[in-house]
Structures are given as structure tokens and as C-alpha cells.
């Protein structure tokens, strides 16, 4: 299953008044639930499904829940504090955070560059498979990039401020 194709599922149980969808392809299955209005993501293969199933319930469901809340509530008052015409791009999976392709070339954006659709942003590396992550939200400058080079990042995290151009 490609990327995008997870990201238009997400998008869509988050949008939707489903509780949860699960999707089995081949060796590949995820399940995707949407409590409270937050989507939880699971991809694993089908050879590990059942340990991982009986691991389930203490350790995801407890810790997704009250981290998130709490990241939600600190959050709040940073997002009142940008201007109107500010962005806050966020990252649509968990993974390590790339602005580089590649250890030996230039960073994809920096702060002041300007950029529209389609502009890749940055690298998010999950389980091996490096996925560009690009813009969508029309035209843009880059104020500034709230995630470290190299560091872990969360499902929604912000990463960057997008002053909207037009």
C-alpha cells in the first residue's frame, strides 16, 4: 500500500462518522480508529498480528490517549498566538523528520524560502521507506521549522510556520 494511499484513508475516517477501518492486503494490514475525534494508526504485517494484538491494549490505548490530550492542551495557546495569516504545517505521520534527502545535499526549505503545491517540504523515514512530504496548501514562505534534523517526530506534530501568500 503506497503512502498517500494511507493518508487519504486517514483523512477520510477522521473526516467520517466511522469508528474504525481495517484493510488487509496480502502480508499488509492496517487498522485505522478514530476515538474522540483523534485517528489512531496501526500497520503491521499479518505474521506479527497476533502477539502485537494481545500487546494492544496496555500499550497503545493507555499511553496514546493522555500524551495526546496533553500535547493538545499545551498547543492551544501557541496556535492563538500566530497571526491569522500563518500556517502550521504538521506531519502526517509518525516517524524521523529529514530536511535533507540525503546526508551530502542541501536542506529542501529553509526559512524565508517561498513555496506552493507540490514543493517538497521535508523527510519523514517510517520502518525503513523515506516518504517526501510535500505541501498542499496553495502558496506559501517558510517563517519558520519547529522540528529538529533528524529527530523523531508524532502523528500532527507541527513542523513548520507557513505565512500564506495570496
Known amino acids: 500500500m503506497e503512502f498517500k494511499e494511507i493518508q487519504e484513508l486517514i483523512k477520510l475516517v477522521s473526516k467520517s462518522n466511522i469508528s474504525g477501518l481495517k484493510i488487509k492486503q496480502g502480508e499488509f494490514e492496517i487498522k ?20 502485537m494484538q494481545l500487546a494492544t491494549p ?7 490517549t493522555a500524551p495526546v ?3 493538545s492542551q499545551a498547543e492551544a495557546p501557541k496556535q492563538e498566538a500566530t497571526p491569522a495569516n500563518t500556517y502550521v504545517f504538521k506531519s502526517p505521520m509518525i516517524g524521523t523528520f529529514y530536511r535533507k534527502p540525503s546526508p551530502d545535499k542541501d536542506v529542501f526549505v529553509k526559512v524565508g524560502d517561498s513555496i506552493k503545491n507540490g514543493d517538497v517540504l521535508c523527510v519523514v523515514e517510517a520502518m525503513k521507506l523515506f516518504n517526501e512530504i510535500e505541501f498542499d496548501g496553495g ?3 517558510i517563517v519558520k521549522i519547529l522540528a529538529e534534523d533528524s529527530s523523531p517526530v508524532e502523528y500532527d506534530q507541527p513542523l513548520f510556520l507557513i505565512e500564506k501568500i495570496g
Open 69 to 71: 490530550t496533553a500535547t
Open 58 to 64: 496496555q500499550v497503545v490505548n493507555a499511553p496514546v
Open 32 to 51: 485505522i480508529s478514530n476515538k474522540s475525534g483523534e485517528v489512531v494508526t496501526t500497520a503491521v504485517p499479518v505474521a506479527y498480528q497476533q502477539p
Open 139 to 141: 502558496e506559501g514562505k
